[in-house]
């Protein structure tokens, strides 16, 4: 028991984890800081690895993933990210899963998702193909590349990507945006602020395409706009200042280059990705799906539909939704089901029949889970989660030793519940003689 609770804690807890490559490898290991250096920015045909250090399936990809690399050294570049660490980069990419390989060819901004087999043969030979149809284009004339942007390059970005604020449009376009804002207070004499300038351009286009606009630069001339100058305590040039929406603007205090300032940007994004999605468990193949691809799932028993109503149901549903958002960057699974539905599940849980809601958190590789034992609430379930974050609380092998058969049922409507009629029941099946002869 104490050597599962020992890998789960290391496999929870992101800052003791280590990759799966090193540098004697011929894998190049991105993360946020070289990426954009290593991979947006140059000519090259890349394959990128998105996977996490306890996948079991990265695992046995890894010494395929490093031969296809030392055949491919000086032809094709070889990559990987661990988006367990780095869940900026998977986030950005849409990473929900391990691993998870990308093509990164002409437009690297658009890379196309890898479908072929995981063996050293078939990445080489997926490889030269996608090789062949970028030089192909290149010779038909079609460019792409890497949007020729180099630090420090001045003619790199579109000025337009950054928004001109004011005294009168700072409000309306920051404040009450949904979206995160990085905002640079500049004078327009100062030698920094000039800069900064190109830099800031540059990462203001590139964060603009990788975030989809969720995250936008914008400059304001604190010389002429003095008003948002005094209310931000701007006293040198330039300062950059952090807005998100409800919140007290922050400073930043990274890097003046192109490479910081999108590494942050993306940092922030990640802070504000979408949570993943909460899903009732209608068939084996969501349940199947869920808790293989993603590191725990955590599922909630509730109760019968006749025994909350809507409202009931609604209201946990929402403890979970906002739990899931709380804890979306461990790349968690979340599914629900209602007592009774799933009876194979509840039984190799050890739930069976009382005590709903509940809640586990399943661990498949390992087949191992975890019960919530404190109150199915904000607070309750923080505490079960932080617990099992930290490589504490009892935990167990799930029933059988593998995931149970799932009933394929229909969605819950949304609606409350309705007791059956008389007109429902059907007695036909029902010897009323030999009813009678029972109860005298």
């Not at 460019?143 to 579109?158: P, V």
């Not at 998100?244 to 590494?263: F, H, L, M, N, S």
């Not at 468990?281 to 293989?292: P, Q």
């Not at 039984?347 to 029949?353: A, H, K, N, V």
Request: a negative charge.
């Amino acid at each position: 028991m104490r050597a599962f609770l020992g890998v789960l804690a290391c496999s929870l807890t992101v800052l003791s984890v280590h990759g799966l490559y090193s540098a004697s490898d011929d894998v190049v290991e991105l993360n946020p800081s070289n990426f954009n250096r290593e991979v947006m920015q140059s000519d090259s045909l890349w394959l990128v690895e998105f996977y996490a250090p306890w996948c079991g399936h990265c695992k046995n990809l890894a010494p395929e993933w490093k031969k296809a690399a030392t055949a491919l050294k000086g032809i094709v570049k070889v990559g990987a990210v661990d988006a367990d660490q780095h869940n900026s980069l998977g986030g950005q990419y849409g990473v929900r899963g391990f691993p998870t390989i990308k093509i990164f060819g002409a437009n690297k901004h658009k890379p196309e998702d890898y479908q072929g087999g995981r063996s050293s043969q078939a990445i080489v030979d997926s490889a030269l193909n996608a090789l062949r149809s970028l030089v192909k284009d290149r010779l038909g004339g079609k460019t792409g590349g890497s949007d020729s942007g180099r630090q420090s390059g001045g003619g790199a970005g579109n000025k337009k990507d950054v928004v001109e604020l004011t005294d009168d449009n700072f409000d309306s376009t920051v404040l009450d945006s949904g979206d995160v804002w990085m905002v640079e207070f500049f004078a327009p004499w100062c030698g920094h602020c000039k800069n900064l300038e190109p830099e800031w351009t540059a990462a203001a286009s590139e964060v603009k395409e990788q975030t989809k606009g969720k995250v936008k630069l914008g400059a304001v001339d604190a010389t002429v706009h003095q008003g948002l100058a005094s209310r931000y305590g701007i006293r040198g040039f330039p300062t950059i200042k952090i807005f998100r929406k409800g919140e007290e603007p922050e400073d930043y205090q990274g890097g003046r280059t192109r490479t910081d300032i999108v590494a942050h940007a993306l940092d922030l994004y990640s802070d504000n990705i979408p949570p993943p999605e909460l899903r009732e468990i209608l068939s084996e193949d969501i349940l199947k799906k869920t808790c293989e691809d993603y590191q725990l799932c955590i599922i909630s028993v509730l109760p019968h539909i006749l025994d909350t109503g809507a409202s009931g149901r609604n209201s946990y549903l929402e403890v979970m939704r906002t739990m899931a958002e709380k804890y979306k960057k461990k790349m968690w699974g979340w599914l629900w089901t209602e007592a009774g539905a799933q009876m194979e599940l509840e039984s190799s849980l050890g739930i069976g029949g009382f005590g709903y809601p509940a809640m586990a958190a399943i661990n498949a590789r390992k087949m191992k889970f975890a019960l919530l034992r404190g109150s199915f609430s904000e607070t309750g379930i923080h505490e079960f989660l932080r617990e099992l974050s930290v490589g504490r609380g009892s935990t167990a092998t799930v029933g059988g030793g593998a995931l149970p058969k799932i009933n394929t049922v229909e969605p819950w409507d949304g609606k409350d519940g309705v007791l059956p009629t008389e007109d429902d029941i059907d007695l036909s099946d029902v010897d009323l003689d030999e009813l009678e002869k029972t109860e005298l």
